[in-house]
Structure formats: structure tokens, C-alpha cells
């Protein structure tokens, strides 16, 4: 099994830097960085010195030279760098960082700004990190904003301690955390189960005199949920009324959530009839949260009632929420009424999820038309879809999730065949395929191609190891996987503790 994968590292040589009068530059430097292009009508090559900016096949045909031929200026290359960044295009962004520095000049503050954030957003939080100490090292003064990029990143990849670092040097620095801060701490303590941790962050808010917005109290409502404490969620909408804060939309989305998951079903419809009896349009993530639990405690005829009425308010069905429909409704034999809902689908103009999703139906129902991802591409192109990158995770799964590794397996090759990269999601989609089947040393194969090719692991990773691991019945091994991915930097979150109890659980009876 081979995979292919470009890690870039750019390796900053933290020049001092230079103006224009401190570099002498004549016209023949300027005919070494001109870019070439081919003259199809007799294979000679021009020379091009005019910037050009595309946006939907982005090329930078000279970022340096202006169309007068003034003399070199960095103005338009900064500016172009941060074109290539709103566009997410950031490796071409980092490439005219290098062209720039090799001149002996460096990004503007903006730049560096445009960047970071850029970086950070995609999981690159060693080179935003780079970045960041330059633009120190440089005598710039980062905005609170490019602080909390960075933290941001950080907890994005599970990095706790770098994050933790990193809050000390902004103290130390003088600089204030602001709203955004705080809630970028509590998105992240959350998600990971920290009740201690939340709590010191609410608290440190209130001393500071920040104001609990609806975000916050959506999120602490979430950890009331997620730590069986359902009851003081809810007794927490009194202090929000109290405190005169409306109960917006994400407040709402977390309480029908908790109901929903503590079997309250009844409780959850009540709420959601509230909502739009006071002008609150419900969202896809309302519509999810009402189907999931529905589905879940086994009311199929109300989840899809739900399902038919969400498409009514035109919203599109999520791909996990169909997943769960196909799945309970494949358990029962009930391949009617999947079809039915498909009709309905297409009849609504939905031709797109309907040609994606009935496809899975047949991999769900084991029909036998799309035992082979190969097929499976090939139909899509027949009905006049591109494959994309969101759409070979979705299939990814669906075979993962039948424990048929072989085809997830050529499904990432078919995506590294369409020019689409491989990222560490697939590739914890893949772990979890070999997890599923059984085959625990492939899944830790795939893990171990992970490190060698320089992706990061994130706590997904680390937890689907986990899982492959226990389902093996190799308990012994799952905490030397915990203590790794500890090792790595990665902060356990709340299942990947749930396994280690109960793997050390398993060999205490046996000892």
C-alpha cells in the first residue's frame, strides 16, 4: 500500500531587513525573475512582466514589476501574497514569501497578518509559528488577533501545552486575551471534556469584567450535556433570561441537543416549537440534532417526518444524518422507504444528493452494483458530477464503516488520482476501516505512515488507534498508544480517557 504525500517546511533565515536604497538592483536581475510562457504558434518562449492575478486558476506572473517599469517595489507582492491568502491558496503564497527573502526583503505586517492566519487555519501551525517569531524578530507589533490565530491552531491540533506556552508569552508580553480569546479556550475545553478548566475560564471572564455572551453560555450548556448534568443545562436558560441575554440560535441548538441525548424527545419538540414561535429560523444543526435522536431511539416514522420537512425549508440533508438514516433503516429491511425518500429528494430538485446518496444505499444494502469504489466513481462522472474532495471522504467512510478496507483503501487512491491531497482525516478514516475489520497492524501501519510522511496526528487519531486496539482485545497496548499520543503534545480528550479506563480496567482482572 503506497501512498504519496508533499510536506513543504519552509526554514526561515531571519535576515535583517532592507529598503530599496539598501539594495541595489539593475534590469538584469529583474530578466532572471520574469516568468516564462510558450507561444503554442511557434514554440518560442516570451517573457512576461506584467502582473497577473486569476483568481480561479490563481498564477502570479510577476509579483515584483509594474506595468510602467518603475523601479522594484514590494507593494504589489505583498498584495499578491495576500490575494494567493484570502483564496486559501497559501502554498503559492508561501512561495513568493521565499522569492521575496531571497531579494532580501520581507512580508509587511499585513502580509505576516494574511499569513498566519492562513496557516493556522489549515493545521500548518509549526510555519504560522515561525512566522510569528520573524514578525517578533522584525520589531513588529502583532495584534491581539494574530494571537488568537495562533491559539487557535494550536488547539485545533490537540498542541494543549504549545497553547498553554503560549497564553504565558502573551502575559508576559502584556497583551490582554479579549472576548475571542476566551472562546476560542472554552470551544476547545468543551470539545474536550474540561470541566475545571471551563469553569477557570468562565470565571477568569467575569473577574475581568468580559460579558457572557450566548456563545459562552451555549457552550456551557453543552458541558452541563456532555457531564450528565442535563438538568442544571436547563436550569441555565433562567440565569440567561435573568441576566436579559435573548436565547439566540446556538443557545437553542443546545438545548434541544441535551434533551434529545438524555431520551427527552418530548421535551426537545417543545423546544423547537418555541424557537419558531419566536421567529428563530431552526438551522441544519437543529434539524441534525432532532433526526440523530430520533433515529437513535428508534423513532424512524418522526425522524423522517423531520428529514421531509427540513427539505421543505430548503436545507440540504447532512451527509452523517442520511448516513443514520440508511443505516436504520437498512437494519430493518425497510430499502421501500430509502427509496421513496430518495424520489422525494430528486422530485425536490435535489438531483446532486440524490445521485451521491443512492449510491450509498446500494453500498449500505450490499446490492453488489458498487462492491467497488472504482464503479462507484465512474457512475458519479456518468450523472455528470466531479468528484470532490468532501464527497471521497463521505465514501471513504461508507465503506470503512462496512469494515471493507480494501475499497477505502483505493478510494484515497482514486482521490490522490484526481489531484485531491490526502489529509489526516481520510487517513483516520482508513485506521478506522482496519479498526472495524479486525485488522489492528494494518491500522497501525497507517499511524505509523502518518508519522513517517510528517502529518500530525491529532486526538482522532490517537482515539481510532484506541478503539482498533480494544477491538483486538490488545489492552495492553492501548496505553502505550495513550502515553504516546501524550508524548506528542496531543491532549487526551474525553473518550480517548473512557478507553484507557477501561483497557486498564480489562488488565487489572487479569492480573
Avoid at 520574469?34 to 512582466?49: E, G, H, L, Y
Wanted: glycine share 8%.
Amino acid at each position: 500500500m503506497k501512498f504519496t504525500w508533499a510536506c513543504t517546511m519552509r526554514l526561515s533565515w531571519l535576515a535583517p531587513p532592507l529598503t530599496h536604497g539598501s539594495c541595489s538592483l539593475n534590469r538584469s536581475h529583474l530578466k532572471l525573475l520574469c516568468c516564462s510562457r510558450t507561444d503554442n504558434n511557434n514554440n518560442r518562449v516570451k517573457q512576461v512582466a506584467i502582473p497577473e492575478f486569476n483568481k480561479k486558476n490563481a498564477i502570479c506572473k510577476h509579483p515584483f514589476e509594474s506595468n510602467s517599469g518603475e523601479e522594484l517595489s514590494t507593494e504589489l507582492h505583498n498584495k499578491t501574497i495576500q490575494e494567493y491568502c484570502k483564496i486559501g491558496d497559501v502554498d503559492n503564497a508561501m512561495k513568493l514569501v521565499a522569492q521575496l527573502e531571497a531579494m532580501g526583503f520581507h512580508p509587511n505586517s499585513i502580509s505576516y497578518g494574511f499569513l498566519i492566519d492562513s496557516l493556522g487555519s489549515v493545521g500548518r501551525t509549526l510555519e504560522a509559528d515561525v512566522l510569528f517569531q520573524e514578525m517578533m524578530y522584525l520589531g513588529f507589533k502583532p495584534r491581539i488577533r494574530l494571537f488568537n490565530a495562533l491559539l487557535k491552531g494550536f488547539l485545533k491540533k490537540g498542541l494543549l501545552g504549545l497553547a498553554v506556552k503560549f497564553l504565558v508569552e502573551m502575559d508576559r508580553m502584556g497583551v490582554c486575551k479579549n472576548q475571542e480569546t476566551y472562546e476560542i479556550l472554552l470551544d476547545y475545553y468543551v470539545s474536550a471534556g474540561r470541566l475545571e478548566d471551563t469553569w477557570m475560564v468562565v470565571n477568569e471572564m467575569k473577574t475581568n469584567g468580559i460579558q457572557m455572551s450566548s456563545f459562552v453560555y451555549g457552550k456551557v450548556i453543552r458541558l452541563y450535556r456532555d457531564n450528565g448534568m442535563w438538568k442544571k443545562a436547563i436550569g441555565l436558560v433562567e440565569e440567561i433570561r435573568e441576566k436579559g441575554i435573548s436565547l439566540d440560535r446556538q443557545i437553542y441548538n443546545s438545548i434541544i441537543d441535551t434533551f434529545g441525548k438524555y431520551g427527552e424527545l418530548g421535551e426537545a419538540l417543545e423546544v423547537f416549537e418555541k424557537m419558531k414561535q419566536e421567529s428563530i429560523v431552526p438551522d441544519i444543526t437543529t434539524w441534525n440534532s432532532l433526526i440523530r435522536w430520533h433515529c437513535k431511539a428508534g423513532d424512524l416514522t418522526k425522524a423522517l417526518q423531520l428529514f421531509t420537512e427540513m427539505q421543505e425549508q430548503g436545507l440540504h440533508p447532512d451527509p452523517k444524518i442520511l448516513m443514520s438514516l440508511i443505516s436504520r433503516l437498512g437494519e430493518l429491511g425497510k430499502w421501500d422507504v430509502i427509496k421513496k425518500n430518495f424520489e422525494n429528494m430528486k422530485c425536490r430538485g435535489r438531483q446532486e444528493v440524490g445521485a451521491i446518496y443512492a449510491m450509498l444505499v446500494d453500498i449500505y444494502g450490499q446490492y453488489g452494483r458498487f462492491q467497488d469504489a472504482e464503479d462507484f466513481i465512474t457512475a458519479l462522472k456518468s450523472e455528470g458530477f466531479l468528484p470532490s474532495a468532501s464527497m471521497f471522504c463521505v465514501l471513504a467512510n461508507a465503506y470503512a464503516q462496512q469494515g471493507f478496507c480494501e475499497q477505502t483503501v483505493k478510494v484515497l487512491q482514486l482521490m490522490e488520482a484526481e489531484g485531491i491531497e490526502l489529509n489526516i482525516i481520510m487517513l483516520n478514516v482508513l485506521i478506522n476501516a482496519f479498526g472495524i475489520a479486525g485488522r489492528h497492524e494494518e491500522a497501525l501501519s497507517i499511524y505509523q505512515h502518518i508519522r513517517e510522511s510528517g502529518i500530525s496526528p491529532d486526538v482522532v487519531t490517537y482515539s481510532t488507534l484506541m478503539k482498533a486496539f480494544i477491538r483486538a482485545k490488545k489492552f495492553d497496548k492501548v496505553p502505550e498508544i495513550y502515553k504516546e499520543m501524550e508524548s506528542y503534545g496531543c491532549t487526551p480528550d474525553r473518550k480517548a480517557r473512557q478507553m484507557l479506563q477501561t483497557a486498564l480496567m480489562v488488565l487489572e482482572r487479569r492480573h
